[in-house]
């Protein structure tokens, strides 16, 4: 099934980790899709929705429904992304008869990527290996928002050489939630540091997780405490790119 | 009082809080989760009981009438508070009434909501705490920390010393066994002595005009049944139609909170002592209370009337878990707490509440009647907005911030000078120190950006 596909690729994506875009693309490729990159796009305005501000949120709302409903699909490779247009955007725009038919045809074609080759194409990475120990962590908006847990595993279960540790607490959140993580830096780092020694005591080699936010989180603390765990997007490995640069690693 | 982060900071900073907190809540959510898998279609019983919250929220008017006039033909008294100092007068005047020296009190969260301890207080009249925890609570001179186990910040070993301290005849052991004893000696005679019993209710049934109780320790009959005169405050909003509703509300609430089937002790009194009967109070009075709750249903918090009082929102929280409930700074801890505190005490004072979340949802899932807590909280934090009380260094950061992103070239250009800057900073991959980002690298690193965008590489690539 060849279908084109839009790439939203998150604003944190776009700044501090672009390789994620990037094997997002090649796994739709090579999944048969066709994809873009809608220019007129930012950020999906969840800073904004979370702290308060309506008014903000909804001028990027607009924008990003505008860049993406030319197309028969939109593609995230984040969770909460994926989560804050399909699950908020609708929420956004309940009073406005004009906006809100837009962001419901949105949302229903907008799909966090890991569901997306899961479910959509139905399709399996093949030929890619990795020798290698991997844990994953659920992060919250996928897991709660959108019902992403068995997805990534399957994609995951077919990679080559890959064993799955299974990480205690696996859904509970690892204390990054956005601004959370800054405006509460100890409460954060309290709830981090569980995570972190629950990562560590699962003797993976790899953390996985399906949003760059949590990942950085979880990663940030890891190499703080001295770790040698690595982190990567799982869609990372999945397009066959997991023996590349890590989170935090210099290319 | 110091503020949010305060007190957040020194419940991070007590060890022993943390291992107090850890071993209930930690209990209670394995509990839970094996009661639930053994809950034939738990989904669809918790969309029935939010659906008989909602019902009776939607008319609470008709309920309320109808309660109160079984509760009369019944036998009891009922009278109507709209503020927690009404309240708090009515049941004042009823003891003094009564020529009440001593109350014993069935713990209810509705009677801390109220300050209904402090007023009896200032009103000398001696109150006797019958439930354990409370008792261990009004002992050090504290507030509830837990809905269900105002106690739970407190740990076996700092209650033995408390008993120690102030009880009469103190256990010798150091066994739970012999420190309930101890508790029992100081508190039987009292509870049996006192004038009035005041208790809460977990719910009110509207036709029948019975009062429900739950309690674990069965504290609620012998505190209520002996006393001459027995006075209920409740929340308007405990209403439920029938029998059946309580009974499908019981099965929610016990096993969300504890993992129980049932509570111990539930008991439903229904009017005082009728003639022949061998034993009940002689008087029944039912103080039915809003204190802002008709507010709350009118204006946006009308699902947080739902909530049944059952603790699995804090059990699962992870915020609540690392700092327990007192950092909270109102009656009510936890998610419920962050939602209810600012209706009560006001936005402005508690607008931290809001914020202190990470919005990851786990509360809206165990919540037995589906109250969408986030999407509450996130209400608050839109009316922060709206009426200024934001820090301004959040305004201007977000205002920028979203200045730039809603004109795409300008945001290109931005990101690109910023990760310029960045990188600047960090000599290997990993960033130790970062002007501006203290709340982030003051605990972990920070991964250097990468050295263009995902948006600049693309671009480049199309352009080959
Ligand atoms: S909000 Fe829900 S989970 Fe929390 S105490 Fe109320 S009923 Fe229980």
């Known amino acids: 099934m060849t279908q084109n596909v839009a790439l939203f690729v998150t604003c944190l994506v776009d700044v501090m980790r672009p390789r994620i875009g990037f094997a997002t693309i090649r796994a739709l490729e090579a999944a048969g899709c066709t994809v873009v990159v809608p220019q007129g796009q930012t950020c999906c305005g969840q800073p904004a929705l979370n702290s308060g501000d309506r008014d903000h949120a909804i001028a990027l709302a607009k924008q990003t429904i505008t860049a993406l409903e030319p197309y028969e699909a939109i593609v995230v490779p984040s969770g909460s992304c994926a989560g804050t247009i399909r699950c908020h955007y609708p929420e956004l725009f309940e009073h406005d008869p004009d906006w809100l038919p837009r962001a419901q045809a949105v949302a229903e074609k907008t799909f966090e990527v890991m569901a997306y080759l899961d479910e959509v194409c139905g399709w399996k990475p093949e030929g890619v290996s990795l020798p290698a120990t991997a844990t994953y962590h659920d992060s919250c908006s996928g897991l709660r928002e959108l019902g992403i847990k068995a997805q990534p595993r399957r994609l995951l279960k077919a990679i080559d050489g890959l064993s799955m540790a299974p990480l205690a607490g696996a859904e509970t959140c690892c204390g990054f939630g956005g601004t959370f993580c800054v405006k509460y830096p100890a409460i954060s780092n309290a709830i981090v540091g569980e995570k972190a020694a629950a990562i560590q005591s699962t003797g993976a080699d790899l953390l996985l997780a399906g949003d760059l936010g949590c990942l950085m ?19 990372e490995l999945i397009a066959g790119m997991g023996d590349g640069p890590a989170i935090g690693e210099e290319a | 009082m110091s503020g949010f982060t305060e007190r957040a900071d020194a419940a991070l900073a007590d060890p022993i809080l943390k291992i107090a907190v850890e ?14 898998d053994a809950f034939p279609d738990f989904e669809a019983a918790r969309t029935r009981a939010a659906a008989i919250k909602d ?40 003891c003094k009434a009564a020529g009440a020296k001593s109350v014993a009190r069935s713990k209810s969260m509705l009677g801390e909501e109220i300050g209904l301890p402090h007023a ?8 006797v705490e019958t439930d354990l925890a409370e008792h261990i609570i009004q002992l050090a001179d504290e507030r509830p920390s837990h809905i269900i ?32 004893q101890s508790a029992r000696r100081e508190l039987r005679a009292k509870m049996l002595g006192a004038d009035v019993g ?66 111990q002790y539930t008991t439903f009194y229904t009017g005082p002592k009728r003639p022949g009967d061998r034993d009940g109070p002689e008087e029944m009075h039912i103080v039915l209370v809003d204190n802002g709750r008709t507010k709350m249903r009118d204006e946006g918090l009308a699902e947080m009337l739902r909530c049944i009082r059952c603790g699995a929102c804090m059990n699962h929280c992870v915020v609540f878990r690392q700092i327990g409930g007192h950092a909270y700074g109102g009656t009510y801890p936890g998610p419920m707490g962050a939602v209810l505190t600012p209706a009560l005490d006001g936005l402005a004072a508690t607008r931290d509440l809001a914020h202190a979340c990470t919005l990851n949802g786990k509360c809206q899932e165990v919540c037995p009647v589906k109250i969408p807590l986030p999407t509450l909280l996130k209400g608050w934090r839109e009316k922060s907005w709206r009426e200024g009380l934001e820090p301004t260094s959040m305004r201007w950061g977000l205002g920028l911030w979203a200045f730039a992103a809603t004109r795409p070239a300008l945001y290109r250009l931005g990101t690109a000078i910023a990760i310029r800057a960045i990188r600047l ?11 501006f980002a203290g709340g982030w690298t003051k605990h972990r690193d920070l991964p250097k950006p990468a050295a263009r965008s995902f948006m600049a ?8």
Not at chain 2, 23 to 36: D, L, M
Not at chain 2, 59 to 75: N, T, V, W
Not at chain 2, 120 to 127: D, H, P, S, Y
């Open chain 2, 198 to 263: 005041i208790s809460g209710a977990n719910f009110l049934i509207a036709d029948t005009g019975a009062v429900c109780t739950v309690t674990n320790e069965g504290n609620a009959e012998l505190s209520l049944v002996p006393p001459r005169v027995h006075i209920v405050t409740a929340g308007i909003e405990k209403i439920v139609p029938s029998m059946p509703h309580a009974i499908h509300m019981l099965r929610m609430l016990a096993r969300s909170a504890t993992g129980a089937a049932l509570t």
């Open chain 1, 217 to 235: 989180n979880m990663a940030g603390k890891l190499h703080r405490d001295g770790s040698k765990i690595r982190a990567f997007h799982a869609i």
């Open chain 2, 120 to 127: 009896l207080e200032e009103a000398g009249i001696v109150r």
């Open chain 2, 457 to 464: 590489q693309y671009q480049q690539e199309q352009r080959k």
């Open chain 2, 55 to 94: 019902h009776v929220i939607a008319h609470l008017g008709p309920y309320l009438e109808q309660f109160e006039a079984s509760a009369i033909a019944a036998g009891a008294q009922v009278h109507w508070a709209q503020t927690a100092d009404e309240a708090c007068a009515i049941v004042i005047a009823l």
């Open chain 2, 425 to 435: 900073i960090g000599r290997t991959g990993w960033i130790a120190s970062l002007p």
């Open chain 2, 23 to 36: 071993r209930t809540a930690g209990t209670s959510e394995a509990k839970r989760a094996i009661a639930i």
């Open chain 2, 149 to 180: 186990w105002p106690a739970m910040h407190k740990t076996r070993e700092q209650v033995s010393a408390l008993f120690r301290a102030k009880h009469a005849n103190p256990h010798k052991e150091e066994t739970i066994a012999a420190m309930a």
